[in-house]
C-alpha cells in the first residue's frame, strides 16, 4: 500500500520521549507514532458515532432555545427605519471625524 508522508515539528524533549517510547514498543518512531495516531482517530470516530444521535438532540434543542428566546425581528417599517437613521446620524454626527 502507498504511503504518504507526514510532517510535524514538536519540542527535543518530547521527540526523545517518542524514541523511548517507538524503543520500549520493539517499533520504530513512525510505526509507533502511526500507530498511536490511528488508535486516538478510532476512539474520536467511535464516540462520534456512540454519541451521534444525542448530540444531534442536544443541537436541536439548543436552536428551538434560540428560537424561543430570540425570534426573527419584524421587518422594520419604513417610518422605524428613518427614526433608527436618525438616531445613528446624531450620535454619530457628534464624533469627530479624521481625514
Known amino acids: 500500500m ?3 508522508r507526514v510532517t510535524f515539528t514538536i519540542d527535543p524533549a518530547d521527540a526523545e520521549r517518542l524514541r523511548r517510547a517507538a524503543e520500549r514498543a520493539g517499533v520504530t ?3 509507533y507514532i502511526e500507530a498511536r495516531v490511528l488508535a486516538s ?3 474520536d470516530e467511535a464516540i462520534r458515532k456512540t454519541f451521534r444521535d444525542a448530540d444531534a438532540a442536544t443541537n436541536a434543542a439548543y436552536a428551538a432555545a ?3 428566546i430570540w425570534p426573527e ?3 422594520m417599517t419604513a417610518e422605524e427605519k428613518a427614526e433608527a437613521d436618525a438616531v445613528l ?3 454619530f454626527g457628534k464624533m469627530q471625524r479624521s481625514a
Open 41 to 43: 482517530v478510532e476512539q
Open 89 to 91: 446620524e446624531r450620535f
Open 29 to 31: 518512531v513512525s510505526a
Open 2 to 4: 502507498a504511503k504518504t
Open 66 to 68: 434560540d428560537a424561543a
Open 73 to 75: 425581528p419584524e421587518p
